[in-house]
């Protein structure tokens, strides 16, 4: 089966379309993953082996992160993070701790004065790598444009339990920070859609725990969908996917996500989620993205990571609107023989149209 890159194929599923073949998609693939793939050193630094490990391995587009903060790797290689260490050091220079700056263990507005002494005009998108990486694009390949994060990013840079009491005690204060965050991010879709070789936009905003939403359904109502509804809509416009990641039982938000113009649904979390309901329910409205459980990827027999492949392919995949993927993403520590059991089955096995015996 053809592994060459071809971006038409993706926009077909997306629109429930048969392509040639299901298309690959993931949430982020680790550098370890991606130079045990093609037997050298992957360094995040190293555009060019990434881009030919997303086209050797059968994936149609390339993950650029445009936004304050990446999926993943939040402390390490985030815009937001050296903007934070540079706050804290020009008040302290002397300070050596990394936790100091690091929204894992710090928070960073707690009330209006801290929100008004922020240096949002210095909480900048780069969008160097943007420009880098179009000449490295093979024939057929689009790139993603990974961007969002508004609530998440919110909560983080307020700490969730202070997020959560002022969203009971002073919600104009959370409203005004996720506005900011949430303007820097939209405002980036111009430069973004602006390139050609964008064929998508994915937003990466984890709305749920395994339980449910993280907050009441309607403050995601009033304060979140509606940027990405106009994520959605200038995207929609200019031709391009409006894809949405979230972990979590979102299935009390489905309705809100469909109705905000989320093209395609990535990863529909496995080990809360039955994406076999979820594709009987609302897969005629969205597309689905996944989702080969991640703990059956590091700890799962080859055979059980073929069968579960075969079965998605087999249940979801039909008719389009479908993106065979992890449930999750692929972190370095999955069993990269596993991986490619996933990815090979994939790729041979589900072909248009789709006939799996299992």
């Known amino acids: 089966m053809e592994c060459k890159p071809d971006f038409n194929r993706f926009i077909m599923a997306a629109n429930h379309r048969e392509a ?19 037997g050298c050193e992957v360094k995040p630094e190293d555009l060019a082996s990434q881009v030919r490990f997303y086209a050797e391995a059968g994936y149609d587009y390339f993950p650029v992160v445009i936004a304050l903060i990446r999926p993943g790797k939040v402390t390490e290689e985030s815009k937001i993070t050296r903007l934070l260490k540079k706050m804290v050091l020009e008040e302290n220079p002397n300070e050596t701790d990394p936790k100091k700056w690091n929204l894992e263990c710090t928070s960073f507005i707690h009330d209006r004065i801290d929100f008004e002494r922020f240096p949002w005009h210095a909480a900048e998108i780069d969008y160097q790598q943007l420009e880098d990486v179009q000449e490295l694009l093979p024939e057929g390949m689009k790139v993603m444009a990974i961007n969002g994060k508004i609530f998440t990013l919110t909560w983080m ?31 980036a ?13 994915r937003v990466t905003d984890d709305l749920a725990f395994g ?3 993280i907050v009441d359904p309607e403050l995601f109502k009033r304060f979140v969908l509606p940027w990405y509804r106009k994520m959605a809509d200038k995207c929609h416009e200019r031709g391009r996917l409006f894809i949405m990641h979230t972990d979590g039982d979102v299935s009390e938000l489905m309705e809100d996500l469909i109705d905000t113009g989320v093209d395609v649904l990535h990863p ?3 080990t809360c989620m039955d994406i076999f309901k979820v594709k009987r329910k609302w897969g005629s409205r969205i597309s689905l993205n996944g989702n080969v ?5 590091r700890n799962g027999s ?7 492949t075969l079965m998605l392919l087999k249940e979801v995949a039909p008719g389009g609107g479908y993106f065979l993927g992890a449930g999750n993403s ?3 520590w999955s069993n990269f023989e596993n991986y490619m059991i996933m990815r090979e089955t994939a790729i041979k096995e589900g072909a248009y149209p789709i006939i799996v015996k299992i």
């Not at 080859?302 to 579960?308: P, S």
């Open 20 to 38: 040639d073949r299901v298309p690959l998609c993931e949430g982020t693939i680790g550098y370890a993953i991606q130079s045990r793939f093609l």
């Open 157 to 187: 840079l307020m700490g969730f339990e202070n997020f959560c009491m002022k969203l009971m005690l002073e919600p104009e204060l959370v409203q005004d920070v996720l506005e900011k965050v949430a303007d820097i991010h939209f405002r």
């Open 189 to 201: 879709l111009d430069a973004i859609l602006s390139k050609e070789f964008v064929g998508a936009v």
């Open 211 to 213: 339980s449910g939403p």
């Open 268 to 270: 529909v979390d496995p």
């Open 293 to 297: 459980p991640n703990e059956m990827l």
């Open 302 to 308: 080859a055979e059980d990571v073929r069968r579960y």
């Open 330 to 332: 692929v972190p370095d």
